[in-house]
Nanobody, 124 residues
């Protein structure tokens, strides 16, 4: 059974930083795409960043480019999202998700496995 568990969310002031973690287990596939999504109150879910296990390629939404960094630690089966220069517009529930076929995608419907989410609140 594939499991993803996010952690690291919290309350931070604008301009601050947070690092989200996504611990995953139960994979039986060698190649996969893993991504971070977020959903703010009253808004649609949006892709934030993704990483391809095949070659380590990373992708970012324009809204976070230059501020967020996705990385992985294969030894710990964990993916991170380092978030710097946070603004109130980054307030959302952040989810990690994995797909064994949609590598390099930030389309939510292409991901089959999801974590429960972690709340990020950025105060002004």
């Amino acid at each position: 059974e594939v499991q993803l568990v996010e952690s690291g969310g919290g309350l931070v002031q604008a301009g601050g930083s947070l690092r989200l973690s996504c611990a995953f287990s139960g994979f039986t596939f060698d190649d996969y795409g893993i991504a971070w999504f977020r959903q703010a109150p009253g808004k649609e879910r949006e892709g934030v960043s993704c990483l391809a296990s095949t070659d380590g390629s990373t992708y970012y939404a324009d809204s976070v480019k230059g501020r967020f960094t996705i990385s992985n630690d294969n030894a710990k089966n964990t993916v991170y999202l380092q978030m710097n220069s946070l603004t109130p517009e980054d307030t959302a529930i952040y989810y990690c998700a994995v797909s064994d076929w949609a590598i390099g995608s930030m389309l939510g419907y292409e991901y089959d496995y999801w974590g429960q989410g972690t709340q990020v609140i950025v105060s002004s």
